[in-house]
């Protein structure tokens, strides 16, 4: 039961894209998916089951999940580096929501075997880099994927996404600077949120429309609602299409809010204006998406509701298996610090 | 068989591997047209074209950067700090992502990071530093400084084709002073990482040394056989990985061991070597060890003072002499 397409414009630079009703839905689901891993986790972490602190994305769903669908999926696929708020993106791009509950937990089965918590997430076999903490660090990176793939003439993209913080860091100065002079095909996604652990963006820059600084590099870039999933979708099929198509480097700003602390010790009721807070959970992009669904694409409610559930049951099954998984030997901690090939 | 100079054998090692590999590529500033501020790059632009000899702008963290994500991507970078004393702006990029990355996901990162290294050419405090001691402590770093042209060019091989990153010390003041018939293309000859290699042999005391100060190793050596001294020198020519074995035969043989090197001496490599041997030859000595470095200061400019910094001849001569007696 499909219906027509839809054209999204976002902006006016960029051309407008189709998301048909199965595609929506698609967007739906995975947004749906990204929150019931988060709440799920935020619970086992409250209850001294997950090592370390835990980071949630809650309310930046929707970019999460737009940044990462429009791209191919694969070992040869397109690279995608996300930030620690987007759960979402390892989702849509491959990563089994098993694996990433034992990544919380520590479990072997985790990407990283243990080595590594929370979202540092990654592995060749989805094509996502194993992200670091040190800000804007993996925009290089990100870089030099997308040099490798305009040397070989392939026609592959590598997207990255960073919070309003990152863009203080000189990597991202000089990561967008030889992404330009070298016009190679990367999209960088920066998620404007507002703050950056306890520093709102008016103490982080004097240019808080971040997609402003794409300008000094020469960089084509947009600014578009970032609780709005279509939206978020939309900009990015347009920017990454135009840098598969050898249109060079392109910026998308998606304006969004932190619902909460910088991770869940944070307290962050002691900085962070409660008003605006409450003014910013009526725009919650799942919330939106449902109202759109429902209203102006006549989805029925009992449609979304068996999405949400087969969202939760996927949580549940993810969860008991990462629950069921071995802690790695000791000897890994040995393991793996130079490579024998690098096949 | 050509004479090359270390120099030489760099760029032409560049040349054989861009030959041989399609995936490997030099980066870096002024690497492509010109060829490098000391020419190691030389030539490869014209050959090869920009997509595979990239001009970048002044960027160290993301020359570091950009050549680690193109690893990950599958191909081979070569990445150029104009000198190893600029390295410093990328130590993030090289320690954060490079040296961890194969540990958390097991995902390869095949790259070189070519420091030119070193004192006695006159740099002052930022254009001669030596940069080994600062990534050895890191995990996950393979660091290689040659002594020789032939292993300038057989280490640099070695380097490109070796699936981890690599710090490439290549030592500035041997660029046109080291010098000797290199082998290239079909009949070059690569050199291991982690096979030390005795420069001389000898039995009354071992030097342990690397890069710039093996040729002054010899000399000493020289002029202490004409006074009845025996000296073995032990090129490591890698320090990651460490050719422990090597040292510990050449020490266990001779019973005295002295390191030298042109870095400065706290929290020097020499350090590391000398604990080794405490620890496991120690009934082997018959000697303190002992330790030639530079000393504990930013490296001056001007000649005078540069020369009172490094370790020079003198330096290690008095000292063999001093342990040759103990």
Request: hydrophobic fraction near 40%.
């Amino acid at each position: 039961m499909t219906s027509p397409a839809r054209k999204i414009s976002v902006v006016p630079d960029l051309p407008s894209v189709e998301v048909s009703d199965d595609l929506a839905l698609d967007l739906y689901y995975w947004m749906t998916l990204t929150r019931a891993v988060e709440e799920r986790a935020l619970n086992l972490y409250r209850q001294g089951k997950l090592p370390g602190s835990y980071y949630t994305g809650r309310g930046q769903e929707a970019i999460a999940v737009g940044i990462a669908l429009p791209l191919v999926r694969g070992e040869d696929g397109d690279w995608l580096s996300p930030w620690i708020r987007d759960l979402g993106s390892y989702l849509v791009h491959g990563v089994p929501v098993w694996r990433i509950f034992a990544q919380f937990m520590g479990k072997a089965g985790s990407t990283t075997r243990g080595k590594d918590g929370n979202l540092h997430i990654g592995g060749r076999e989805w094509n996502i880099p194993c992200q670091v903490s040190h800000m804007a660090d993996m925009i290089p990176l990100t870089v030099g994927a997308a040099l490798a793939y305009k040397q070989r003439g392939e026609k592959r993209v590598a997207v990255t996404s960073f919070g309003d913080a990152a863009t203080s860091r000189g990597d991202f100065h000089e990561g967008l600077n030889i992404a330009a002079v070298l016009e190679v095909p990367a999209v960088f996604v920066a998620e404007n949120n507002g703050w950056g652990y306890s520093t709102p963006i008016s103490k982080q820059t004097k240019v808080t429309d971040l997609h402003r600084k794409a300008a000094a590099y020469g960089i084509p870039a947009v600014s578009v609602d970032g609780n709005d999933v279509f939206a978020v979708y939309a900009a990015l099929k347009a920017s990454v299409d135009a840098a598969r198509e050898g249109g060079g480097p392109q910026f998308v700003e998606c304006k969004t809010y932190r619902m909460g602390g910088h991770a869940a010790h944070d307290k962050y009721e002691s900085y962070m204006p409660m008003e605006v807070l409450a003014e910013w959970s009526d725009k919650d992009p799942i919330k939106r998406a449902e109202a759109i669904l429902l209203e102006e694409r006549e989805i029925t409610e009992a449609r979304l509701e068996s999405i949400r559930e087969r969202a939760r049951d996927e949580v549940r099954q993810a969860v008991e298996q990462a629950e069921d998984d071995g802690y790695p030997d000791a000897a890994e901690a040995h393991q793996g610090v130079f490579a024998e090939t690098a096949d | 068989m050509p004479e090359l100079t270390y120099l030489e054998a760099i760029n032409a090692a560049l040349h054989d591997e861009m030959d041989a590999d399609p995936r490997v590529f030099c980066l870096g500033e002024d690497v492509g047209r010109q060829g490098g501020a000391f020419g190691a790059t030389k030539g490869i632009q014209q050959k090869y074209g920009e997509l595979r000899s990239i001009d970048t702008p002044v960027a160290e963290a993301g020359i570091a950067g950009v050549a680690i994500g193109a690893a990950m991507a599958g191909q081979r970078p070569v990445a150029e700090m104009q000198f190893g004393d600029f390295v410093s702006i990328a130590f993030d990029q090289i320690v954060t992502c490079a040296a961890k990355m194969h540990y958390r996901i097991g995902w390869a990162v095949p790259m070189v990071v070519r420091c030119p290294n070193g004192g006695g050419v006159g740099g002052g405090p930022y254009h001669s530093e030596n940069v080994e001691a600062w990534f050895h402590h890191h995990a996950g770093l393979k660091i290689v400084c040659p002594a020789t042209a032939d292993d300038a060019y057989g280490l640099l091989r070695a380097s490109i084709q070796d699936p981890n990153p690599v710090v490439f010390c290549e030592h500035k003041f041997l660029y046109r002073r080291e010098k000797a018939d290199v082998p290239t293309g079909a009949d070059g000859r690569i050199v291991p990482l982690g096979k030390a290699r005795v420069a001389r042999t000898g039995s009354d005391l071992s030097i342990i040394t690397y890069a710039s100060t093996v040729r002054l190793s010899m000399a000493v050596a020289d002029t202490l056989e004409a006074e009845g001294t025996s000296v073995e020198v032990v090129d490591l020519r890698t320090l990651v990985p460490l050719d422990r074995e090597a040292v510990l035969a050449s020490v266990k043989k001779t019973g005295k061991a002295m390191i030298v090197h042109e870095d400065n001496l706290t929290g020097g490599f020499g350090a590391e070597v000398a604990a080794i041997v405490a620890q496991e030859a120690f009934e082997y000595l018959d000697a303190p060890v002992t330790r030639v470095a530079a000393i504990d200061t930013p490296i001056p400019f001007t000649p005078v003072l540069e020369r009172e910094y490094l370790p020079t001849e003198e330096d290690i001569l008095r000292a063999a002499r001093e342990l040759a007696a103990y």
